[in-house]
T-cell receptor, first 113, second 115 residues
């Protein structure tokens, strides 16, 4: 049973517009959430994270929103750029148990020029 | 500085063959993780080391999988008697210490294909 779900396998967006990637989780013990970005033939690289004590974290063009009651988080990229085209993984971990992150299946983002 | 490196980048094995995958973490990183990423899936945890101690191997799918980090730096993931279901990308990651908010730095992975 998947504890971290990314229900959209792919997303296509025009350059300059907003990209919104969604992630849902089922384990209420998760209290730290991360987004990783992965280019082909490379390993995932850390993008942004959020603790459960916050509902928003911003880093430049990237903002992560957390809705704990809905067990949902989203990554917003504004404005989207062609270089953002990659697979984005949502991951979650919990201080109450394992620190080791559980990953979703990923969403492939394509930003068209 | 150098990131996490893995070798080989690609490995083709015949079913039943033993393979060894190597990971060189970032120098000074205490924690080292192995993940398995099947096609179309996210990385799944296999095992974790803190220095040379293997503290969690709960994700290893069978006793055919074995990992070691004898001197607390380089790690090797060994798969004995490979099966077709072992075909996946094997990712190694390291972090400075082990903690909830410690960033893991991933290597490029080893793509294993078992025929």
């Amino acid at each position: 049973d998947q504890q971290v779900k990314q229900n959209s396998p792919s997303l296509s967006v025009q350059e300059g517009r907003i990209s919104i990637l969604n992630c849902d989780y089922t384990n209420s013990m998760f209290d730290y959430f991360l987004w990783y970005k992965k280019y082909p033939a490379e390993g995932p690289t850390f993008l942004i994270s959020i603790s459960s004590i916050k509902d928003k974290n911003e880093d430049g063009r990237f903002t992560v929103f957390l809705n704990k009651s809905a067990k949902h988080l989203s990554l917003h990229i504004v404005p989207s750029q062609p270089g953002d085209s990659a697979v984005y993984f949502c991951a979650a971990s919990g201080s109450g148990g394992s620190y080791i992150p559980t990953f979703g299946r990923g969403t492939s983002l394509i930003v068209h020029p | 500085g150098a990131g996490v490196s893995q070798s080989p980048r690609y490995k083709v094995a015949k079913r039943g063959q033993d393979v060894a995958l190597r990971c060189d973490p970032i120098s000074g990183h205490v924690s080292l993780f192995w993940y398995q990423q099947a096609l179309g899936q996210g990385p799944e945890f296999l095992t974790y080391f803190q220095n040379e101690a293997q503290l969690d191997k709960s994700g290893l799918p069978s006793d055919r999988f074995f990992a070691e980090r004898p001197e607390g730096s380089v790690s090797t993931l060994k798969i004995q008697r490979t099966q077709q279901e072992d075909s996946a990308v094997y990712l190694c990651a390291s972090s400075l210490v082990f903690g909830l908010r410690e960033t893991q730095y991933f290597g490029p992975g080893t793509r294993l294909l078992v025929l």
